[in-house]
């Protein structure tokens, strides 16, 4: 999730925007038809998914100081009451509590995140969530942005994905990355590996954004994905998108991210093909300076919430209409 270099103006150009992006032919795709892709298609035609990363995690210089149980149980209780569907974004650093957790406030699923599928006790604690929540864990996200930011290559992380397979044949892979990686004829063999497509598309860094209604930055979702689908294999998840609700002298506010989201979902009904998730659960202070390689700090990184750090509902979050607990 960056900044992009081409000036939009109008619908027409953003059309033009998905239609111009580096074509590639759609991979050979594995079998569509495994239990374990079609727990991942019923969960996103019927499941309300939020992107998670605890309150108590901090980051602050490269220092981490991990989530703990308390705080994730708070975390959970309060977006049980909306959410029964999970993404996070690492298996360790205090995230080892999490499976447990959701599955005790009756979560339906949860995608489980790897931030370094190259760093094997993560990757292990991944796998051992998996296996010991059979029942909650639907999926691995095997990287985040690691192409992008060049932490990895599609080959080292195909072989990952590879490895992760013979561990758990019956668990559904995937990886993150911005649209546009996806895009790329390089990408092609990777995508074909993928049981389905996690894909981040951020509006509010396109150069067109501020001067723009927010049907128009919804509508940029939904030509990224009609783009993005004949390219890909399985079921394609919008993990993360939004707007910010902060600073106001940037353009964002409570009211422009519900009216997104308001906007997003008059567009973009759940399916069991495509979906998108909440992004994010809550606010994070620390990631205006953190969360960016490009000098800081960068305040609305720390906004993204449909709660503030707080655990309080932004207006985007009053929206949702509440989930029973056995919903």
Partial sequence: MRRRAARLRSLALLVALAATAGAVARPG?????????ARV????????F???EPTS?????GRVTPANPEGIRADLTVLRQRFDALITYDAVHGAEAIPAIAASLNFRTLIVGVWNPANEPELEAAIAATRRFPQLVAGLSLGNETLFTQRSDAAALGAIIARVRARLPGTALSTTEPFHIYYQPAAAPL???LDFVLVNVHPI?????????DATAAQFVVNVLERLEPLVCGPVLVKETGVPSSPSE?????TRQASFYRELRARLAPSATHAFAYFAAFDAPWRAYEASPSPGPHPEEGHWGLYDAGRRPKQAARELPPLRADD
Wanted: with cysteine; proline share 5%.
């Fill in 29 to 37: 795709c594995r079998s569509d038809d495994s239990p374990a892709l």
């Fill in 41 to 48: 298609r019923a969960a996103l035609k019927d499941e309300r």
């Fill in 50 to 52: 939020v992107a998670y």
């Fill in 57 to 61: 995690l901090k980051v602050v210089d």
């Fill in 191 to 193: 995508l074909a590996q």
């Fill in 205 to 213: 860094f396109q150069p067109w954004f501020r001067q723009a209604s």
């Fill in 250 to 254: 940037a353009g964002f506010s409570e």
